[in-house]
């Protein structure tokens, strides 16, 4: 294993053309980002010029909204107009308006575009009618007079007593018997997750466009452009070339605008069918979290069997994750929960159950990290009890235990390189003075509780009205997608050499923050030795893009980018082979002028030697995985029991390192969600409605509210991709939520074992028997 | 409907509006500056960020009535001297130089408030940073890199 770590700061020299992925110090010029690119779209970003969806201008365009219910599960009786309202200016479309398939696409298929009469309505806010009308002020007075009538039929809102199962998997290895007849500790623990909204800045977004040969065009705030074709030609019977999907710019996704989108695109294009006008379906932020999807909760439960010197013997784990109402794409989020929830371990004796089933609540769908999140926060606090079990440091338990290389994964997959979990590990307990820092706040508990008055408040002593704490986590995360998935997609990305002399990246993965328009000319052009400002990208319109795949998964730098690259090594040379081997950035303007276009197609092939099984869950369930550890240190309030993480440091081995700051800016902005959902983030559900649907009463972390965050960038490169990338959006996303769990117990002694870890949590736990609860030595 | 009269980025604007309507919805629709973003309409997140007489508001929450014979400077009006040279101002380029910028939504708010936080004379202190920003949600950058752009301009590091 080659591993080379990039401290901070890094500065990196002009990219040598030959050379391009290596990075290596030098200095930095101004008009480059630490001697990088400047990100391509950040002028028009930073001078307000850049066109987000609503930002568009369509002459004519109406206005669109949705109808949606008002219960978690009813059947629908009528839908009726108020017949003293004039109706006869705005259009109404109900379910009887579709030409095509009343679904929209997905994995299962389950879920309509609308609810039909007579159908049943599963979740609160679902869609059930949609007006259009000239301005907003007509809907806001016509829509109080479109009617449900129903009858309410009864909720299931716990996914353990649902009898509807989306999907279930199980993962044997070895034999638990064998080890839990050998352990010295059997530890357990029952650990849940509730929902977590992705809160990109920019609402949802959706403009249609109808055309004059019956075709339908979209313009909206997307992840995945393919993904609404499909549905567009699904639901409203239309040939590939009448649908087009146009991305515009993208004010965040994290997985939120993966396959919600969708089903906006559907109810924009069904309005501005009718109304033979283009039609703007712009949610606000209300609507926005109150009807689109979320992270799925989960329960997860471990039973763990570990020898006295801390070997883990074996690992029972079962899983729940609650889907929601429809199927979206749960079944690929269990699985790579299930996959992920024995943590970065070796054990020989491992069962993972997992399940996830429907209830009467909006479904759930993708989110960043998409089902690991919730596992590695139990796995990691699992551990962290462990370790306080057997009066152990959590970094030497982990020591013991993290994979190495040759090591056998639970679906017996042989990790045969690029395994860096010991690395990050090692650099995240040097970087965050672990052990240092470990010892300080232990000595500053013993002497809170030595003092025995209490002044000022019930968990107070002494004079300190904050305790601190420090805690490690680390995760893993299988890069790419899981299992055969990248093999069923077969994802196609171009790279183009025109008749009048560009050079340009054709795919359809999106920019929405994470830096695709930046990385892919930095990739395309170090392999044809051209200045990355020669490389040019086509817009992200499927009238001109083949299909490379959906942007998820953290697959665009890894599997995107590497088909760039061999895409740009062929046609590199064929154009040096037609100019008698004579470079290419020398020859391609007069190669373009005497040949005309040259075109290099790129098709996935499978990555050799990786094979799994869908059917026994046995195999290389990812082609490689990308390692991460993580330090926080937090003070907690000792009267309200408020959290304030302090400093995180972030170690993360992503394979490749294309760009030192967009790549950070990966890390920072994931540990930050992160910190979120440890502390802050929480959906508050009454009747199968989210309570707090406002950005006033579901919140996320302010500027005063996120830590100090520092990052190291590890490379353990994956020989599978040419570049070695093995993708960055996801992984900090795993391991940050742990990490600061375990500080709050370094700092009061109790586990917190429900996310978020909110104050009410943490007064009550210690409010609670303190038996097993005494501060960590 | 009433005639407001008021400044938007050094030029003078009249608009005959109902005195209800947003400051947000005149300059969007109205005035066609689009780089003035909405994110929640409530004045919790700042993507609508402009700078009212040089205070950062929420234009989300200011009425039109409360705009008349006041000047308002935008997105677009950051970098007005800069952008007859077709370049960014400091902060822009700070911004872009150490990627302060993701996805771009809450980017133009958060610039305003910069803006303000460093005319009223703020330094490169990261926490006082930290307290003029608050104000301005981000969900992509972790905030690391928007304080550093910050304080790299109130140090004088980009000229």
Not at chain 1, 115 to 139: C, K, S, Y
Not at chain 2, 51 to 77: A, F, N, Y
Request: charged residues 20%.
């Amino acid at each position: 294993m080659t591993t080379r770590t990039l401290p901070r700061p890094i500065t990196a020299p002009e990219r040598s053309a030959a050379d391009a992925l290596v990075v290596a110090p030098g200095g930095t010029t101004r008009g480059r980002a630490r001697g990088y690119p400047l990100r391509r779209e950040g002028p028009a970003k930073l001078t307000g010029a850049a066109k987000y969806a609503d930002d568009l201008v369509f002459p004519g365009a109406w206005y669109g909204a949705t109808i949606r219910s008002t219960q978690a599960r009813a059947k629908l009786v009528a839908i009726e107009l108020d017949p003293d309202l004039d109706w006869s200016k705005v259009v109404v479309v109900t379910a009887a308006d579709i030409p095509g398939e009343n679904l929209v696409a997905a994995i299962k298929e389950d879920q309509p575009v609308l609810v039909p009469v007579g159908g049943e309505i599963r979740h609160h806010a679902e869609p059930v009618a949609l007006i259009a009308a000239p301005d907003r002020e007509t809907i806001r007075r016509l829509r109080a007079g479109i009617r449900l009538v129903t009858e309410a039929l009864p909720p299931v809102f716990d996914p353990e007593r649902s009898d509807h199962v989306f999907a279930e998997y199980e993962v044997q290895n070895g034999d638990l018997e064998v080890g839990f007849g050998a352990a010295a500790h059997v530890v357990e623990g029952e650990y849940r997750v509730g929902h977590q909204e992705q809160l990109y800045i920019e609402n949802n977004a959706m403009i249609a466009v109808p055309g004059e040969d019956g075709g339908m065009a979209v313009h909206g705030s997307l992840q995945c452009p393919y993904y609404v074709h499909r549905a567009l030609r699904k639901t409203l019977g239309l040939t590939a070339g009448q649908a087009r999907v146009v991305q515009a710019e993208t004010g965040g996704g994290f997985g939120g605008k993966e396959e919600y989108p969708s089903i906006i695109a559907l109810h924009a294009a069904l309005l501005a069918r009718k109304a033979g006008r283009p039609v703007r379906m712009i949610y606000d932020r209300h609507e926005d979290i109150a009807a689109t999807t979320k992270r799925h909760p989960a329960i997860i439960r471990h039973r763990t069997a570990v020898a006295a010197d801390g070997t883990l013997l074996a690992q029972d784990i079962e899983i729940v994750m609650d889907g929601g109402a429809y199927c979206t794409l749960t079944p690929v989020v269990l699985s790579r929960g299930a996959l992920h929830s024995g943590g970065p371990y070796r054990c020989p004796n491992v069962r993972i159950r997992a399940r996830a089933t429907r209830t009467n609540t909006p479904p759930n769908g993708a989110f960043r990290g998409f089902g690991a999140p919730q596992v590695e926060f139990a796995v990691e606090t699992h551990l962290n009890r462990i370790a306080e079990r057997l009066g152990l440091s959590p970094a030497e338990l982990r020591r013991r235990n993290a994979y190495e290389l040759g090591d056998t994964t639970p679906t017996g997959q042989v990790l045969r390189e690029s395994v860096a979990a010991q690395e990050v590990l090692r650099l995240a307990v040097e970087a965050g003075d672990f052990e240092l820092l470990r010892s300080a706040t232990a000595r500053a508990a013993a002497e809170r509780l030595g003092s025995g008055e209490v002044p000022g408040g019930p968990f107070r002593s002494g004079g300190a009205r904050t305790a601190p704490g420090i805690g490690l986590a680390m995760g893993w995360h299988g890069a790419g997608f899981t299992g055969s998935g990248e093999v069923h997609i077969g994802s196609v990305a171009s790279v183009e050499l025109t008749a009048d002399g560009r050079v340009r990246v054709l795919i359809a993965s999106t920019e929405m923050g994470q830096g695709t328009t930046t990385i892919f000319p930095l990739m395309v052009s170090g392999e044809l030795g051209l200045p990355a400002q020669a490389v040019e990208m086509a817009p992200v319109d499927t009238a001109i893009v083949p299909d490379s795949g959906p942007t998820v998964a953290s697959r665009t730098a890894m599997v995107v980018g590497g088909l760039c690259i061999e895409a740009a090594r062929r046609l590199r040379a064929e154009v040096e082979a037609r100019n008698d081997g004579r470079p290419f950035a020398e020859v391609y303007l007069a190669d373009a002028a005497a040949h005309g276009p040259t075109r290099i197609d790129q098709r996935f092939e499978p990555y050799p030697d990786i094979d799994f099984d869908d059917t026994t869950y046995q195999g290389d369930a990812y082609p490689a995985f990308g390692w991460a550890a993580c330090v926080a240190t937090v003070d907690v309030d000792l009267d309200t029991g408020e959290v304030a993480v302090r400093d995180v440091v972030a170690v993360d081995d992503v394979g490749r390192v294309i760009h030192p700051i967009l790549c950070e800016g990966q890390v920072e902005g994931g540990t930050l969600q992160a910190v979120g959902y440890a502390t802050i983030e929480e959906i508050k559900l009454q009747d199968g409605r989210y309570l707090n649907d406002r950005l006033a009463t579901y919140l996320i972390p302010t500027a005063l509210d996120a830590p100090r965050l520092r990052t190291i960038l590890v490379e353990a490169p994956f020989s599978g991709a040419p570049h070695g990338a093995k993708g960055v959006g996801e992984l900090p996303m795993d391991v940050g939520a742990p990490a600061v769990v375990a500080a709050i117990h370094d700092a009061v002694g109790v586990w917190i074992t429900e996310l978020p870890a909110t104050p009410e949590r943490i007064l009550a736990a210690l409010e609670g028997p303190r038996g097993t609860q005494e501060p960590a030595a | 409907m009433t005639a407001i009269r008021f400044l938007v980025n050094g030029s003078p604007v009249e608009v005959d509006v109902p005195g209800m309507r947003r400051l947000l919805d005149v300059l969007r629709e109205d005035l066609g500056l689009t780089g003035t973003k909405e994110g929640c309409g409530e004045g919790e997140c700042g993507a609508c960020s402009v700078l009212l007489d040089g205070q950062v508001v929420d234009s989300c929450l200011v009425p039109m009535s409360q705009v008349d014979g006041r000047i308002v400077r935008t997105v677009e009006g950051l970098a007005l001297a800069a952008r007859e040279r077709g370049t960014l101002d400091t902060l822009q380029e700070a911004f872009l130089e150490l990627g302060a910028a993701q996805c771009g939504i809450c980017t133009p708010g958060m610039l305003m408030a910069a803006r303000a936080y460093l005319d009223a004379g703020g330094g490169p202190d990261h926490d006082a940073i930290r307290e003029g920003i608050a104000g301005n949600l981000c969900r992509c950058t972790g905030y690391q890199k928007i304080v550093e752009a910050i304080a790299a301009v109130a140090a004088g590091d980009v000229a």
